[in-house]
């Protein structure tokens, strides 16, 4: 299994968010809202047009531990959300497939992350990519382990500050 590194450098994610944003607009609202919310990848592909349309806070059930999770959206984010969704329905997967319409695979993620990663000179980069990143950025603003503990639902500080690639 390969262990994944939070994107540190706040550089590295604009560089990241540029070289997805020439590829798609899903690509670049994925990474986004990956590296903004903390959650799981499983919870993100899940997410439908009606989970965030004319909203400034997104609520839903973790898949994983079944307890409710919300996240703040930037304003960065809700417009282009608004663009994205406009030829969309509401029932619509934000994350799907054009051939199929079902959200894309976890793989295919892996391999639109990993790819932008080595264009920007990164390695170690893969689907928790983001999740770590989200809890990095927060820890260097809040100092606050706990708060990361519990939302990412971590057995010790120790835990998380390892997930978070701080030891």
Known sequence: MQV??????VEKIKEIQTILKKQSDRDWLLFTIGISSGLHLTDILKLKVSDVQDKTVVSLREERTGKMKSFKLTDELIHALREYNKSMDSNDYLFRSQRTGQPIKRIRVYR?????????????????????????????KTNDVMRLKELFNHSA??????????V
């Open 4 to 9: 994944v590194q939070p994107i540190k450098d």
């Open 112 to 140: 639109i992350l990993n790819e932008a990663a080595k264009q920007a000179g990164l390695e170690d980069v893969g689907t928790h990519t983001m999740r770590k990143t989200y809890g990095y950025h927060v820890y260097l």
């Open 157 to 166: 500080p120790s835990v998380t500050l390892k997930y978070i690639g701080l």
